[in-house]
Nanobody, 120 residues
Framework: QVQLVESGGGLVQAGGSLRLSCAAS????????MGWYRQAPGKQRELVAT???????NYADSVRGRFTISRDNAKNMVYLQMNSLKPEDTAVYYC??????????????WGQGTQVTVSS
């Protein structure tokens, strides 16, 4: 079975930085798009950033210029570098990936989330 595990969350002051990591494990044949989402209390889960297998990126308007998504295909990992953090960035951050196991089609997988808290 394929599993995604996030790490790197924590408490940081406004203006600070954090780097989130997500590791995919299991019988992985191929990974297509990967991304980061977040969910604040009482709100819907929203897209933060995505990156294709070829390295093309997209960002939510609220994080563009502050966050950077990257991936290491050899390690089956995706990262989110978060700079100039704001209190409104406080949320649980989730890793997502479209993964194909051997003899199976692509499907979406989700991590369990990591808490990011930004104090004013």
């Amino acid at each position: 079975q394929v599993q995604l595990v996030e790490s790197g969350g924590g408490l940081v002051q406004a203006g600070g930085s954090l780097r989130l990591s997500c590791a995919a494990s299991g019988r992985i044949a191929s990974i297509n798009d990967m991304g980061w989402y977040r969910q604040a209390p009482g709100k819907q889960r929203e897209l933060v950033a995505t990156i294709t297998s070829g390295g093309s990126t997209n960002y939510a308007d609220s994080v563009r210029g502050r966050f950077t998504i990257s991936r290491d295909n050899a390690k089956n990992m995706v990262y989110l570098q978060m700079n100039s953090l704001k209190p409104e960035d406080t949320a649980v951050y989730y890793c997502q990936a479209s993964i194909r196991e051997r003899f199976y089609t692509f499907r979406d997988y989700w991590g369990q989330g990591t808490q990011v808290t930004v104090s004013s």
